[in-house]
């Protein structure tokens, strides 16, 4: 979205519970993984999206990527959270060289920071159409948070090559994998930590994109906080379950009150969507999802139930496969649920708009 230059880069996923860097080899019939890496996010680094720690990601970062031994210094990362805006507008059509003066000043009306304190793009949807209006999708970023994300890749030694919407990575690796399917309106829920990535494409296009501040932390910190033990035990308790492991009983009961939660939050969300102006007549004709925070017992069967939607599984490697003897295929089961964000945006050159 963002920025800057050989093309080939590095997908950067600095994610609330862990960061993930991802190495591409791309091809016409497909990409090969070279490199994969993941740490553990350093505690207190990081708070829905907006970095409170940027020395300590930076040294994370700088250390996973001596780790997995790459090559590349370009970097894409991505962005996330209530620091970042993404919202489809209508406009009447104008001659293209007048389209970002008119974008700034619609920002000022839709956007909730001071427009002098954001970076912003713009993307024009269907921009073959003929109408007398056109769908633009507005992006801002306050330059706060992409000054530290900037800040995070210099100090680990690294470039900035693409400074990109984690969400748009989702976009961009669904369609790398499954093409662009005709007349389909496609939702992709990417359920993490302490953030859930909501994105729409209709055919091909970024139509809708939200991030809820709900996730796998929501049923951690509600063990923690019920049962009185610590967060370590919290969350061990909730990979127990999540694994068909004993449990008390009272870890179900936690885990379902928690699920009807995220639940609504989510449902909140897809009624949004189909809310907006242009989206109910088309509806949505599939819904993927992804994270690692879909593991969680009953969360996909609740969430097609409260939704009425069914969800399939986002397999990140259909056209991906490994490019490495380090990377076995049973290696690249385990990391798909947290892989994607990553993957999405090596995929990305350098210098892309």
């Not at 929501?218 to 033990?229: L, P, R, S, W």
């Not at 949004?272 to 925070?293: K, T």
Request: glycine fraction near 10%; charged fraction near 20%.
């Amino acid at each position: 979205m963002w920025f800057l230059s050989s093309n080939k880069v590095l997908g950067l996923d600095i994610g609330s519970s862990s960061i993930k860097i991802a190495e591409l080899e791309v091809g016409r019939k497909g990409a090969k993984l070279l490199n994969f890496g993941i740490v553990p996010t350093p505690g207190n680094a990081l708070n829905g999206g907006d970095i409170t720690d940027v020395n300590a990601i930076a040294s994370a970062v700088r250390g996973l990527y001596r780790e997995i031994g790459a090559k590349r210094t370009n970097v894409a990362v991505g962005l996330f959270g209530t620091a970042v805006i993404v919202k489809k507008i209508t406009i009447p059509r104008i001659e293209g060289n007048l389209v970002a003066d008119q974008v700034r000043w619609e920002a000022e009306q839709y956007i909730p920071f001071d427009a002098n304190a954001v970076s912003l793009e713009y993307h024009i949807i269907n921009p073959k159409d003929t109408s007398e209006n056109m769908d633009v999708l507005l992006i801002a970023a306050q330059n706060e948070l992409v000054t530290a994300y900037q800040n995070i890749i210099l100090q680990a030694g690294l470039k900035v090559g693409v400074l990109d919407v984690s969400a748009f990575a989702l976009a961009n690796l669904f369609e790398f994998n499954y093409g662009r399917p005709d007349g389909a309106t496609v939702a992709i829920l990417n359920i993490g930590s302490s953030i859930t990535n909501f994105v729409v494409v209709d055919r091909g296009e970024v139509v809708f994109s939200r991030d809820m501040p709900i996730g796998g932390q929501n049923f951690t910190n509600d063990i923690h906080k019920e049962m009185g033990v610590t967060l370590v035990e919290a969350e061990s308790l909730k990979l127990s379950a999540a694994a068909g492991g004993a449990v008390p009983d009272e870890v179900h009961t936690i885990i379902n009150t928690t699920t009807e939660y995220v639940c609504e939050e989510v449902r909140n969300s897809f009624d949004f969507f189909l809310g907006s102006a242009g989206n109910a007549a088309s509806g949505l004709n599939q819904v993927l999802y992804s994270g690692g925070g879909s593991a969680t017992p009953g969360l996909i069967n609740n969430l097609g139930r409260v939704t009425k939607h069914k969800f399939d599984w986002f397999d990140p490697f259909v056209r991906i496969a490994s490019g490495s003897r380090k990377l076995s295929s049973e290696y690249l089961e385990q990391i798909a649920p947290y892989a994607g964000i990553s993957l999405g945006l090596s995929l990305r050159k350098a210098g892309e708009s």
